[in-house]
């Protein structure tokens, strides 16, 4: 299995609160993604990064901001949470561009009350 | 942006018996995975597979591209096989080179004894 580790694993926090949660890989891959999952939407890009301090946006980043300041972290951030981003989290890694295999993490279910 | 349906959404097994899933996407890709969301929501990976025929215990995938189609094959089912069973594929490339997923919705699967 892909070492990647997402903490924490669970999360309850109140409205407007700011939440971050990390995922921390062993595999010294280069680029890093944070996903969202929700019924009828599946998976989805929040934002991703290509190498350390290099982030850029997904397809559903409005609300969200990431940074990676070394290679092995990820964090993403909620900075003001809303009961619209309660979902599960997850992270993913791969090792290369294009024809490269994504690995994830085992999610983090937030939940905004 | 590019359509990944699955089909069926939803199957009934009993254990023992075969089963074959359908990835179906709307436009040319760079690469196809399968993967495995227990009941625990785990994501597991269960094959890369952008062109040609793979195998892995009970489980083969085979991707024909021109044709725009993957197929996920079950033999001989267990209970543990249970979950959804998600397509994923690569078609838009990131700044930086990172892999974009778009995923399917899923098939549901259930294998009782």
């Known amino acids: 299995d892909a070492g990647i580790t997402q903490s924490p694993r669970h999360k309850v926090t109140e409205t407007g609160t700011p939440v971050t949660l990390r995922c921390h890989q ?10 969202r999952q929700d019924p009828g939407h599946g998976l989805r ?14 397809e559903v980043s409005d609300g969200y901001s990431v940074s990676r300041s070394k290679t092995e972290d990820f964090l993403l951030t909620l900075e003001s949470a809303t009961s ?6 997850f992270c993913a890694i ?3 561009a294009v024809n490269t295999e994504a690995f994830f993490g085992q999610g983090t279910r937030l939940t905004v009350v | 942006g590019i359509q990944v349906e ?11 018996a075969n089963s074959t899933l359908r990835c179906n996407f709307s436009d040319s890709v760079n690469n196809l995975q399968w993967f495995h969301q227990n009941p625990w929501g785990q994501l597991i990976n ?26 996920l094959y079950i033999s001989s089912s267990q209970t543990t096989d249970s979950g959804v069973y998600f397509c994923a594929v690569v078609r838009e490339i990131l700044t930086g080179g990172g892999n974009k997923l778009t995923f399917g919705t ?5 294998v009782e004894l």
């Open chain 1, 26 to 35: 062993t595999e010294n891959h280069r680029y890093m993604y944070w996903y």
């Open chain 1, 45 to 58: 890009l929040i934002h991703y990064s290509y190498g350390v301090k290099d982030t850029d946006k997904g």
């Open chain 1, 84 to 89: 619209s981003q309660t979902s599960v989290y």
């Open chain 1, 94 to 96: 791969s090792e290369s």
């Open chain 2, 6 to 16: 699955q089909s069926p959404p939803d199957l009934i097994l009993q254990e023992g």
């Open chain 2, 46 to 71: 269960l094959f890369y597979i952008p062109s040609g025929t793979k195998q892995n215990g009970r489980l083969s995938a085979t991707t024909v591209a021109t044709e725009r189609y993957s197929l």
């Open chain 2, 106 to 110: 899923g098939t549901q699967l259930k």
